[in-house]
């Protein structure tokens, strides 16, 4: 996954996915875009502190990826710089 985030202009914390094709179906594509809206929605923006943006691009290994993997990815890369400054 690439992450990217940066403050938010509205006030309030948003998430964009992107699933480029890569030569898949379209239910695979959806299947992966609606895991990882469900993951930012449910693990993500509930614990930003801030108004942040956040945008998740999928990279071709993504659509072979468990949900844990992605959750792990996700999670940890977008959160982590949040519980390292806590600490």
């Known amino acids: 996954l690439d992450l990217f985030t940066r403050p938010s202009p509205v006030g309030s ?4 996915v992107i699933v480029p094709r890569f030569r898949h ?3 695979e594509r959806n299947r992966l875009r609606r895991r990882l809206r469900e993951i930012g929605r449910r693990q993500v923006l509930p614990v930003l502190t ?3 943006d956040v945008a998740v691009r999928a990279r071709t290994r993504a659509y072979a990826a468990a949900f844990e993997t992605l959750r792990r990815e996700f999670v940890g890369s977008v959160c982590r710089p949040s519980l390292d400054s806590a600490s």
Do not use: D, N, W
């Open 50 to 52: 801030e108004p942040t």
């Open 13 to 16: 914390s948003r998430l964009a």
């Open 25 to 27: 179906t379209a239910v």
